[in-house]
């Protein structure tokens, strides 16, 4: 064995002591030195800032415009680009090629499951029900569907459909169809007649702005939303008068009346105006309820100002 002489001793000492210190630097800088001591459990624990994960759109939307489609149904093609602002995947086709569309869509479906939302005006609503039957032969189910002002041939809304909306002129003659859902529905359903606003039309129905922005909205809370997170099933239906803004809830929510409460109270309470509530329970006027008794109120699913605090930023 050979020993090392003073001098190498030294030298050898010198170079530890200057490889420690710098690694424990480093250490330091990068904050390793907490993690090493701590260990892994110290490691995993997430900053109390951090923010919270952003939930990726999925969904994929089909929309439809109606007869002479290119000419009268223009709405349906900024619907689309404002759908795709928000991250999601949107078509628009012609409803003449409506079969075609549905049979493509099974087969996506059946290689990538995701959200199917479908959305038609005039011609295009009678598509989109059509195409929802299409798909529940096949027992695919579609997250929510959206006809406005469809014809009076339109079908009733099939059993696969999670969510459906309805917003039609019920004195239009190439719409008008007050439509209704298969026996045993039980999905979200909710009916907006605007006849009385007179500033809505057939051929403008689908480009309102308002309409759109809560569609987008509604879209995007599909297409974000937590499986089995929706809630009762109440439907709804409307006459929207001529004066009120047009708010297209989800469904309805039952709750029920306190000593002293009239539906007055119960507007004012869940911030809804009271013609909806009057709507949604006939005959139950402007008395004092019951304690106890049972009220139906409209209601959004989610904020709409929380899902469009969702919207990632457009691409």
Known sequence: MIKPTPSATIIVGAMLRTTLGALLSALLLCGGLDRAVAGPV???TPSPDA???VVVPHARVYLFRGALGPIFSRGMDHLTERIEQV?????????TICRFVAAGAIREYREKPQPIILIGHSMGGYCALIFSELLEAENIPVSFVVTIDPPQVSPEVPLNIERYLNIFLSKSVLGGSNIKAKRGFRGHFASFDLSEHDEVSHINIEKNDTIQEQLVSKVLQVATMSAGAEGETLPLRYVVPPSAAIDLWDSG???FARPGDSLQTIATFYH???WSVTQANKGAGNTPLVPGERVVVPRHLAPLAEVSAQSPPKR
């Open 42 to 44: 110290a490691a995993a």
């Open 51 to 53: 923010a919270p994960p």
């Open 87 to 95: 991250g999601i995947t949107a078509d628009v086709y012609e409803f």
């Open 253 to 255: 929510m039952s709750v």
């Open 272 to 274: 809804v105006p009271l």
